[in-house]
Nanobody
Framework: QVQLVESGGGLVQPGGSLRLSCAAS????????MSWYRQAPGKERDLVGS???????TYADSVKGRFTISRDNTKNMVYLQMNSLKPEDTAVYYC?????????WGQGTQVTVSS
């Protein structure tokens, strides 16, 4: 019954900003680290970053300094704030949690960075 639903994707110009949201249900959200991944056409699904139970964040080098992950445990939500977007950031973005030894994924939300 674990469910993750991403939203907030869209078309944005280079240098612009976008905030993605992930609504989680079916598990004790506050007890789990959450992650964001992305997958560009023809490429592997890569880790964007993660946020721990305590709120500590880690990021891939490609997004460090531009992206920020946050969580709101009262709303079972995790967010990905994306600033200074580049065309290379174009991808489907996925929310992820590892629960009981397996990974769960949302349906993904498309982010397109283009002029």
């Amino acid at each position: 019954q674990v469910q993750l639903v991403e939203s907030g994707g869209g078309l944005v110009q280079p240098g612009g900003s976008l905030r993605l949201s992930c609504a989680a249900s079916g598990f004790t959200f506050s007890s789990y680290a959450m992650s964001w991944y992305r997958q560009a056409p023809g490429k592997e699904r890569d880790l964007v970053g993660s946020i721990s139970v305590a709120g500590t964040t880690t990021y891939a080098d490609s997004v460090k300094g531009r992206f920020t992950i946050s969580r709101d445990n009262t709303k079972n939500m995790v967010y990905l704030q994306m600033n200074s977007l580049k065309p290379e950031d174009t991808a489907v973005y996925y929310c992820n949690v590892k629960w009981r030894t397996r990974a769960y994924w949302g349906q993904g939300t498309q982010v397109t960075v283009s002029s």
